[in-house]
Nanobody, 120 residues
Framework: QVQLVESGGGLVQPGGSLRLSCVAS????????MGWYRQAPGKERELVARIFNDGSTNYADSVKGRFTISADNAKNTVYLQMSSLKLEDTAVYYC??????????????WGQGTQVTVSS
C-alpha cells in the first residue's frame, strides 16, 4: 500500500504565497511522476504541475511563472511553491503520484486534498 499525505494549505491574501508538501510512504519502489491537481467548486479537476523522476516538469499555463514544483526523491516528497496567488487559485489541491510498488505494480495514487483559499 502507498499513502500520500499533503500539508500546507490555508487562507492567504491575493498576491501572497503558500507552499504545499506531499509525502509518499509505503511499499514504494520508485515514483515515476509526482504532481499537483486542483479542483474548484463546480469545475473539473485540472493539472497544476507535475515533475518526472528525470526532473522534467509540466505546468498549467495559468500558473506558469508563479508556481514552482520540486521534489526530493530520496524522501518521496513533492513540493509546490505558490506565489502571486490570485482569487482564481482557490481550490482543493490534490497530490498525485504514479508509483511502481515493491510488488512491481504501477499505480496511480491520490492524496486526500488540501484547501487553498485566496481571499482579501
Amino acid at each position: 500500500q502507498v499513502q500520500l499525505v499533503e500539508s500546507g494549505g490555508g487562507l492567504v491574501q491575493p498576491g501572497g504565497s503558500l507552499r504545499l508538501s506531499c509525502v509518499a510512504s509505503g511499499s514504494i519502489f520508485r515514483s515515476n511522476v509526482m504532481g499537483w491537481y486542483r479542483q474548484a467548486p463546480g469545475k473539473e479537476r485540472e493539472l497544476v504541475a507535475r515533475i518526472f523522476n528525470d526532473g522534467s516538469t509540466n505546468y498549467a499555463d495559468s500558473v506558469k511563472g508563479r508556481f514552482t514544483i520540486s521534489a526530493d526523491n530520496a524522501k518521496n516528497t513533492v513540493y509546490l511553491q505558490m506565489s502571486s496567488l490570485k482569487l482564481e487559485d482557490t481550490a482543493v489541491y490534490y497530490c498525485h503520484a504514479k508509483i511502481r510498488t515493491t510488488s512491481g505494480y504501477l499505480n496511480d495514487y491520490w492524496g486526500q486534498g488540501t484547501q487553498v483559499t485566496v481571499s482579501s
